[in-house]
């Protein structure tokens, strides 16, 4: 029993690694880390109420970040 469960997790862990890695090398998660960044980032801006005195030319708009609203 210990050792089937120890071989369990062995491939669990095996099979995670894997799907991690396809995740990390596809360009929807470098697109994903970049559109967080930046609402990090408005979140902050406007928690700290210097939202009037931002650029609006350093703000992704939503046509630069790839997202398309309805």
Known sequence: MKY???IFATMALAATSVALAGVVY???YS???KA???GVRALTLVAS???IA???AT???SNE???VQQ
């Open 49 to 51: 109420g210097d939202e």
């Open 4 to 6: 089937r469960d120890a």
């Open 59 to 61: 703000m992704l708009s």
């Open 65 to 67: 970040s790839g997202t």
């Open 31 to 33: 697109h994903a880390a």
């Open 36 to 38: 967080e960044v930046h």
């Open 26 to 28: 596809t360009d929807a």
């Open 54 to 56: 931002c650029d609006p």
